[in-house]
């Protein structure tokens, strides 16, 4: 071909990238609220005073309105959790989640939560363990979901706080220094730098030309759009290519169940050698229809958290039944321009009334 | 400088705007000057073991330059010199904290009470393939195959020139110097040719290479035992695509960056996975490492005499006197053994070395046997062995140590273990495309890519969506956030 012609075809495809990535990708977006679909919507809690409880992003304001929140005479619960928290299915104005709930019944309590969606207990452990290191806490809140066992590693843009600390796991434990060089690795941009633990000439460049390009230019911005975009659009394709949805029956990933368990243990052992009483709970499960677990191996994660909370000293709760089928609701499809499908995790405001009522007890009211 | 970063692509269009509206003199100290930067741009101080190693082969090859054949023995003073140098360079920076570990090991195992400090080193950024380069200079003004460059800035520029300085291909002097003397006047296929490249490279790079790595990452980090023999070979093969993607697009970079400057430097892949031999795999995979090795290495171990040297067609070629099939064996594990441990300090980088050369041993014995097979099927049987084994080679390459790696190789001839799938499903999905895009690509390059060249009029639209795509995709994902595999070499 003609190399000038070639010329013409590259400046012409590069207008044509810039256009699509102008249009097709512009606007904020919300991929966590995406997952969830647009029947769930989500929801921090707030105490009566309007401030930010609870958190997913770790938010500068929301860590600020938390802080600002405890009454130094109160005991402080600290609930983790992740998008069962966070969110509430079919919401209708003034419905609020189980967190909000508890605080209002709470008269000697400072209630906390810092929840984030499919958070595996790897992050779980680094969440508490950051928040212990910050404030006095006398209860913590562990909700132990089978799903999120399948996950593994740290995401950044969920513990901007702890990022920005210079807040590190105690060495010594195998996995805390693997979350500790993993943590490393998101504070610092490039391989090199996580390395070495020092910048290059070429980090410091590329840092700031990423700025002024953020600064100047949409379509620079509009990038982690375009990039989640993608993403979304080939986990869509994937469940319509191999007939995935929500109630798909999803297996247990061996390496990965081992490493949530092992950081459940050592958040559980941290909890006892501070004296933070621990309560561990199943979370509610829809139960009206199949799970989507092989029964087995769901059966066998009970009775092993169970084991281990008992083990560890700390309390626990199976409300896997708690809430009934109704109260469940449906989930926007995972699958390309499927229709809408049963949800497994997130429930209506009146399941989250229950749950603050299960919870109430073996909290607020806990001797 | 990391090529997959805004900073190389901005230094990039200075530099190459700058070159072209200079007068021909000057460009090459503009070339010279821009690649000391690029470099420093990673470590300012490692530029004085850059410049070491160059200076003392430019005296070196003068020297040779000047002292008749006749006087073997200063000749060959002065070949120990360079060697010495630039081996002990290496033997330092890459291989004294192994030495020094496997001795601590040793007197461990012999109960003396004695260890050798660990020293703080780190690896400067290519010195595997500068030291490499400014060896088969000295080499070759040594046979007699090129005269000694009187310039130090068109030697200096050859050996730092800053496309292929820290991950190669590895030039010959002659290549390079030869063009660099030429001077060429701008054309625009040089730059619509190189900016295609570029564009290739860094498409394979951020959208391919680098979203494989976290799945790579991720299986080699479990406990080899829990693995099972399916695991096994699906992490060979996708660290097979992710090493060829990332290393492939640093070539392809390396290429189109120099093309837009109007110099040709070797190509070093050709689609190794559809190779039918390791042989052939190794004519098709970083071609400019094999053909130095064996022009520098294997050749001279053999006993043969080295009559030209090209950095183009892999190994396999014997140039000159034919040797006896035992020295051959020999020299064929010895090679591998020190192509294996060029690659890394590591014993898991020697096991990787032999492998390759117990299958192409194995190769050798058997091509009586191959050659039975009708020419027309043959392809069919060979191409997936040969694919199994190329991509079973890696783990020992990517292995975190030898107990993993042998862990690992257990559980593919392990009955009970053979079916177990114990990683995240995506894992198995995303190695089935990447074989799936290995094989198109491949398809399309060379078999309908020509075919629509030849069509003008069609190719426009069909080369334009692809530009668009690429350009789209390379601008959404380019993020310097993995160096490339091979800088660690």
């Avoid at chain 1, 904020?28 to 609220?33: G, L, Q």
């Avoid at chain 2, 290549?175 to 564009?199: A, D, H, I, N, T």
């Avoid at chain 2, 693995?227 to 992490?235: A, K, S």
Wanted: charged share 20%; net charge neutral; with cysteine.
């Amino acid at each position: 071909m003609n190399a000038k012609i070639d010329l013409v075809l590259m400046a012409l495809a590069a207008l044509l990238a810039g256009i699509i990535l102008k249009v097709g990708f512009g606007g904020e977006r919300n991929f966590d609220e995406a997952a969830l679909g647009t029947l769930t919507v989500g929801y921090e809690a707030k105490n009566a005073a309007g401030q930010c409880i609870h958190t997913v992003k770790q938010l500068e304001a929301d860590m600020e309105d938390m802080l600002a929140s405890i009454h130094p005479e109160r005991e402080t619960i600290l609930f983790l959790g992740n998008s069962q928290t966070h969110s509430i299915n079919q919401w209708e104005d003034g419905q609020v989640n189980y967190i909000e709930r508890l605080d209002r019944q709470a008269t000697k309590h400072n209630i906390l939560c810092n929840s984030l969606p499919n958070a595996n207990l790897q992050e779980m452990h680094l969440i508490a363990s950051w928040w212990m290191s910050q404030i006095d806490i006398q209860q913590l809140v562990v909700p132990v979901f089978m799903d999120d066992l399948r996950e593994d590693g740290l995401r950044k843009e969920f513990i901007s706080a702890i990022l920005a600390s210079d807040f590190q796991l105690e060495a010594g434990v195998p996995l805390n220094e693997e979350i500790n060089r993993e943590l490393e690795a998101l504070r610092n941009p490039t391989e090199q730098a996580a390395e070495t633990g020092r910048q290059t000439p070429q980090d410091v460049v590329e840092k700031r030309l990423n700025e002024a390009l953020s600064a100047r230019s949409e379509i620079w911005r509009n990038r982690p759009n375009a990039r989640g975009d993608f993403f979304l659009k080939l986990y869509q394709w994937r469940n319509t290519l191999f007939g995935i949805n929500a109630s798909t029956k999803r297996k247990m990933i061996p390496t990965r169940y081992a490493a949530n368990m092992t950081a459940l243990d050592l958040l559980l052992t941290a909890c006892n050698q501070r004296g933070i009483q621990a309560l561990v709970y199943i979370p509610p499960i829809r139960t009206d229809v199949e799970v989507p677990y092989d029964v087995k191996e769901y059966e066998s994660f009970v009775a092993q958290v169970e084991q281990l909370a008992h083990s560890r000293s700390a309390q626990f709760a199976n409300l896997e039944r708690l809430v009934p089928g109704p109260l469940w609701g449906l989930k926007g499809s995972t699958t390309a321009g499927g229709e809408p499908e049963l949800d497994f995790m997130h429930f209506q405001a009146e399941g989250h009334r229950l749950l603050a009522e299960a919870l109430a007890p073996l909290t607020l009211e806990a001797p | 400088m990391i090529f997959n970063s805004v900073t190389f692509l901005l230094f990039f269009v200075v530099v190459s705007l700058l070159y072209w509206g200079l007068p021909t003199k000057p460009r090459y100290w503009l070339l010279f000057i821009s690649s000391l930067v690029f470099y420093a741009f990673w470590r300012w101080e490692y530029l004085s073991v850059l410049l070491l190693s160059a200076v003392v082969d430019y005296f070196v090859a003068r020297g040779l330059q000047a002292t008749p054949t006749q006087e073997r023995k200063r000749r060959k003073r002065l070949l120990a010199i360079s060697l010495t140098v630039n081996l002990g360079l290496l033997m330092y920076f890459k291989y004294l904290l192994f030495f020094t570990d496997n001795l601590n090991h040793l007197f461990e195992t012999l109960g003396a009470a004695t260890r050798l400090p660990y020293w703080d080193i780190i690896l400067p950024f290519g010195i595997s393939f500068y030291t490499f380069e400014t060896i088969s200079y000295t080499m070759d003004v040594y046979r007699g195959h090129m005269k000694a460059e009187k310039q130090f800035i068109t030697y200096g520029l050859f050996v730092a020139f800053f496309p292929k300085l820290v991950a190669g291909p590895i030039q010959r002097a002659a290549e390079l110097v030869e063009q660099l003397k030429k001077r060429p006047r701008f054309q625009w296929s040089f730059l619509s040719e190189g900016l295609k490249r570029m564009l290739q490279g860094l498409f394979l790079k951020v959208v391919f290479a680098d979203n494989i790595a976290p799945f790579v990452d991720e299986g080699f980090a479990m406990d080899p035992a829990s693995l099972g023999g399916i695991d096994v070979l699906t992490l060979a093969f996708l660290f097979g695509f992710q090493i060829y993607f990332d290393f492939a697009a640093y070539s392809h970079i390396a290429l189109g960056a120099a093309r837009v400057l109007g110099i040709e430097i070797p190509e070093n892949f050709n689609f190794p996975y559809i190779a039918t031999s390791m042989k052939e795999f190794w004519k098709r995979w970083h071609i400019s490492l094999s053909s130095w090795i064996r022009d520098y290495l294997y050749l001279p171990l053999t006993g043969t005499q080295v009559l030209v040297s090209t950095g183009k067609g892999g190994i396999g070629q014997s140039l000159g006197n034919e040797p006896s099939q035992r020295r051959k064996n020999w020299a064929l594990f010895a090679t591998w053994a020190i192509m294996g441990f060029w690659h890394g300090a590591n014993w898991t980088f020697i096991v990787w070395g032999i492998y390759h050369a117990v299958f192409i041993l194995l190769e050798r014995q058997l091509s009586p046997l191959r050659n039975r097979f009708p020419v027309l099927g043959r392809g069919w049987i060979t191409w997936p062995l040969t694919l199994g084994v190329a991509m079973l080679s890696w783990i020992p390459f990517r292995a975190a140590s030898l107990t993993d790696t042998f862990v690992m190789y257990a559980q593919l001839f392990t009955p009970s273990s053979l079916l177990v799938m114990n990683m995240r499903e995506n894992t198995y999905l995303v190695t089935g495309l990447m074989l799936l895009a290995f094989l198109l690509s491949w398809f399309g390059a060379v078999k309908v890519g020509p075919r629509i060249q030849r069509a003008a009029a069609w190719s426009y639209p069909i080369q334009l969506a692809q530009y668009t795509i690429m350009m789209l995709m390379v601008f959404v994902f380019l993020r310097p956030i993995n160096q490339f595999i091979y800088f660690q070499f």
